[in-house]
């Protein structure tokens, strides 16, 4: 029998070593880790590294061929501010990438008439308002005018995976398709790594400028206000949602969320345990354009009805538990 493996794209990413570590507990596939580089080596034996770029399709073929692909969890991606500076790339990646891995996962469902797993970490950048519109507890189906070319590619590739969950060559009628799954992640808060090409990155630079002793001069306002989690409950949405009995026909996107502070409240939740942390404000005119076009806050009731989503950490627990004792371990030298 052919081996039974999973796919993980981004996998040398944040949240991409979580998701790798989370599914490599398990011993029943083998996790295939694409990545263009890698950082460490991997943390268990049933976890492979393979450099692969998601915009070469028959490098795909051929990493999966005599293998039984059973999910693909695809995190690679160009974020909101690297988007910005290169939005034909981003395109490239976002969309062609995505496209490819969408077309691997319908060739092995088609093959085995098993469906393969799409699972797919969307973003709040799918949400766009004007800055004078408030945008509390917005629900899935409302304000999806994204401004950024980052933000227009993750929507889209949300509707191209429920196309092909769906409707994929829906004049031959019923066939197997792609079982396609996505979760809309706000900003993630991290211990052990600080983000780079996101907007969101604000919050955990801040949180790591405070860690090292250092000032932080924030490039948004101190009333930008966006929803926010930390790492594990990012990972346990994203592995959530992948374990999810079958779900209700319809939209295969989720909200979630976990708290959504103020510029200005993080800084104040960080002062709690570095008494002597200092921030400025100094917005940048486009980041802060992005951050403002984003939801104040979520509402992920769908995802709590449907799949059972919940967070472990609230604003307090975020910090007194996860962040402040990683971060303190992670600098402590
Ligand atoms: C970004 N962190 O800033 C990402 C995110 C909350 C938006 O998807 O681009």
Known sequence: ???????VTGANGEIGRGIVAELSKSNDAEILALDLNFSSEPS???????????????????ITKDRSLVSIFHLAALLSSSGER??????????????NLLQLARAHTEQTKLPVKFIFPSTIAIYGRSPETPALNVMEEQFLLPITMYGVNKLYVEQLGRYFKYHYRLLEGDRPRVDFRSVRLPGVLCSDTVPSGGTSDYGPEMVHAAAQGHAYSCFVPPSAQLPFMVKPDAVSAIVGISKAATLPFGNPVYNVTAFSPTAREIELEIRKYYPKFEASYEPHPGRSAIVASWPQSLDDSRAQK???WKPQYDFA??????LIPGIAKRYAL
């Open 1 to 7: 029998m052919s081996t039974r493996s999973i796919i």
């Open 44 to 62: 268990s034996k049933n976890v492979k590294q393979i450099k692969a770029d998601i915009l070469d399709s028959r490098a795909l073929t051929e």
């Open 86 to 99: 290169d939005p034909e790339r981003a395109h490239k990646v976002n969309v062609e990438g995505s496209l």
């Open 306 to 308: 449907d799949w059972g």
């Open 317 to 322: 627990s975020a910090f007194k538990d996860y």
